[in-house]
């Protein structure tokens, strides 16, 4: 097959070719397109009709209709209609109408297709060539909303998932007004409710049998391709198989995140999962066995409103390029931003996290020193009733991998009870401050072991941390703070001044200014006499302060989401969210603008209008080397990129002093494995490949009767559905069943 058709939310339908890469044909449909199925790529066409090309080519769409008003919430916005892709026009009535777009689902044999709408089963049956657009329909009721669907490969059984975790099975669906003939419509008519057990009503189904295993809403439903199995997940992480005759299960348990799909590929013994937090697991079938796994970057997690405000986006790894981000199973993520793909995970808290649970634990701050080689967390325990809550602070060393990090210190209630605000580490050396809203900062150091003890354990007491003074400032809360790019100064905000201190002596030195608001974020702009803050509130600030003059520079009023600064000339870059008077949009939803400055002036040198700007990121890397194989990048502007991550974790790394507009895409392969040739298929993949008999192999000289090694007792002991062709198994298991004699020479008598 050498074409596909695509359909898009731009409220297109696309022909492609693939044997030159094209655009063949486009066709308007002007309303957003969410699902599309094409019935006829599905049929078999029959023997005797092999080059007979189908004299119509028809689409069943699901689309959005933008003429309907989105603020009402009985609007019918969602229809179903029927396109001719060859005349590029719609055809016929509208099939249905729903409050939102639904999914369309067909069966392999492209004879049938359904939607679910609220209660119940919608399923159409294709109509033939000759029968134009008369389309016959069929409804299955249900008390609850459904939210899952699936047919049968084969008969006509389909099955439905509802939001309480309940599974129906409809089988003999359609028998009377779907089918072709008047006398089995006729026929069908005499059947009684009690013939019909689980039935609601007049559908059209011959029994409904219930299952009830998921304790949550339904997400997927998928039969095998045999027929034999269902499978079904929800928010449980667990995937269900059901056998169909029996209602027998087997679980796939513990895979750690709600899934959402289920896809059967060729290969009858893979098939994949895709789980909430943006995973695919390969799964080997029929044992369930994960094979691989593919990791793309974690999706935001809910976090609690009254600690919204203690997270600070993320941190970034500028040498390695990677940015870690905190995940819903209190872990840290390290995502290689340049190879697209996780580089490792981190388990701040052993805690078996399970979909659904109430969070109780959260961690609020990751730092990461200039080098990588350590990081910092602060998990925070919530409160039951407003006793027990419990701040942690622990440092982690860097493994031999790049983001592999084993703890190192742990430290229960750094700052008393106080909640921590900010962490920072030293350029140079193993140094980190953190400051607390109980009115002090703390400077820790690593301890220096004996190189003999180094050498033999290096356990928690040998190369942890420890505080090595305190500080503070008339008793106000610590918001901020950070070290200069020498590591000479450290900059501490304590509410709307900013305190500047010897970290090696613990002396104040000087104090600057005062904002109106409170001050959330403190940064040197690399090696030049500025610093920057940010000040958040009914009037947020953004600073840039001389430190030689010890007095602002200049000031913008911007509400800032994300800062961050060059290592080695002035520049640095702001995200600040664009404030709209109507408040229409929801602070996820509300859109940015990237600014990049150079410190003495204050009109920016360069800015782009961003999405999703609240809740996002922005960092300096240093540029991919792979993009510059051979050659030597100088410490200059032109070796820095930018990336911007969004509040939905979509990112975008480009050029900010460059003409280009555009994303840096490439991938570094050499860090891919790939496999070393064509691993086994289908039934070789669990009994071998099938001995090919020739003459050679059955022409034996002794003994002159060879027994058979009785093959035929497992040849079909394997799942049906992971079984080869009958054709492909028939010569060799006839064969398994005779005794094969070989060719013997006749002896002659000696004279």
């Not at 002991?717 to 060719?743: D, I, M, Q, Y």
């Amino acid at each position: 097959m050498n074409f596909c058709w695509t359909s898009s939310l731009d409220g297109t339908i696309c022909y492609w070719g693939f044997a030159v890469p094209e655009l063949i044909k486009k066709v308007e449909v002007k309303n957003r397109v969410h699902s599309m199925v094409i019935p006829s790529l599905l049929q078999r066409p029959l023997e005797n009709d092999d080059n007979k090309k189908p004299s119509n080519l028809y689409a069943f769409i699901s689309i959005e209709d933008k003429n309907k008003p989105s603020g009402d919430s009985k609007a019918l916005r969602g229809q179903i209609q029927m396109y001719d892709l060859k005349r590029s026009r719609k055809v016929g009535g509208l099939l249905a109408e729903t409050r939102h777009p639904e999914m369309i689902v067909v069966n392999k044999s492209g004879e049938y297709f359904g939607i679910r709408k609220k209660h119940q089963l919608i399923v159409w049956k294709v109509p033939s060539e000759d029968s134009k657009y008369d389309i016959k329909k069929i409804k299955l009721h249900h008390t609850k909303k459904l939210s899952a669907f699936a047919f049968h490969p084969t008969e006509r059984i389909v099955a439905g998932g509802d939001v309480t975790g309940r599974i129906l099975i409809w089988r003999g669906v359609g028998e009377r007004k779907l089918s072709k003939s008047k006398c089995q419509i006729n026929k069908g008519n005499f059947h009684t409710e009690e013939e019909r057990p689980g039935v609601r009503g007049n559908d059209n189904a011959d029994s409904c049998s219930t299952w009830h295993w998921h304790s949550t809403e339904v997400k997927f439903l998928s039969f095998s391709a045999d027929g034999i199995n269902l499978y079904s997940g929800g928010n449980e992480g667990v995937l269900v198989v059901w056998q169909l005759d029996s209602g027998e299960r087997r679980f796939l348990p513990r895979i750690g995140s709600p899934l959402l799909y289920f896809v059967d590929s060729p290969d009858p013994c893979l098939s994949c999962v895709s789980c909430a937090d943006n995973q695919i697991h390969l799964l080997k079938m029929p044992m369930m066995d994960i094979t691989r796994s593919i990791s793309g970057i974690k999706l935001p997690c809910l976090f609690p409103d009254i600690y919204e405000g203690l997270y600070f986006g993320f941190a970034f790894d500028r040498a390695a390029g990677l940015a870690a981000l905190r995940t819903q199973s209190y872990c840290i993520q390290f995502f290689s931003l340049y190879d697209d793909r996780e580089a490792s995970q981190v388990q701040v808290l052993e805690r078996n996290y399970q979909p659904g649970d109430e969070i109780t634990v959260v961690v609020t701050l990751v730092a990461l020193s200039s080098d990588g080689s350590t990081m910092s967390t602060v998990e925070v325990k919530l409160p039951e009733e407003q006793i027990g809550g419990l701040v942690t602070l622990k440092f982690w060393a860097s493994g031999s991998r790049s983001g592999e990090y084993c703890l190192s210190t742990v430290i229960y209630e750094p700052h008393s009870d106080a909640g921590i605000s900010a962490l920072a580490f030293h350029p140079s050396r193993s140094m980190a401050v953190s400051s607390s809203y109980g009115g002090d900062f703390k400077i820790w150091v690593q301890s220096s072991p004996s190189s003999i003890d180094q050498q033999k354990d290096q356990t928690l007491q040998n190369s942890g941390w420890k505080c090595q003074s305190v500080g503070s400032y008339k008793g106000k809360p610590m918001t901020a703070a950070a070290f200069s790019a020498d590591g000479s100064v450290l900059a501490a905000a304590a509410e709307t001044v900013v305190t500047l201190w010897d970290p090696d002596k613990n002396i104040l030195v000087a104090v600057i200014g005062e904002t109106v608001n409170p001050i959330v974020h403190l940064s040197f702009i690399g090696k030049s006499e500025y610093l920057a803050s940010v000040s958040r509130g009914s009037l947020p600030q953004l600073s840039v302060w001389n430190l030689s003059k010890l007095s602002i520079s200049w000031s913008y009023k911007l509400y800032v989401e994300a800062v961050t600064c060059s290592v080695d000339n002035s520049h640095f870059a702001v995200l600040s969210l664009i404030t709209k008077s109507n408040n229409e949009a929801t602070p996820q939803d509300q859109d940015g603008v990237i600014l990049v400055f150079k410190a003495e002036d204050q009109i920016p040198v360069a800015s782009w209008f961003v999405k999703k700007a609240s809740g996002g990121g922005l960092s300096f890397l240093s540029k991919d080397p792979s993009l510059h194989d051979g050659e030597t990048m100088e410490e200059n502007l032109s070796s820095l990129m930018l990336v911007y991550i969004n509040c939905d974790h979509e990112y975008v790394i480009f050029d900010p002093y460059g003409n280009e507009d555009h994303q840096t895409s490439k991938i570094r392969r050499e860090n891919l494995v790939h496999s070393e040739g064509p691993e086994p298929f289908g039934y070789a993949s669990i009994y071998g490949e099938l001995p090919e008999i020739t003459a050679r192999e059955i022409q034996v000289t002794q003994p002159s009767y060879v027994p058979s090694e009785r093959p035929w007792e497992t040849i079909f002991s394997g799942p049906s559905h992971v079984l080869p062709p009958l054709t492909k198994l028939c010569s060799a298991f006839l064969a398994s069943l005779l005794e094969k004699r070989p060719a013997t020479q006749d002896s002659v008598p000696s004279a």
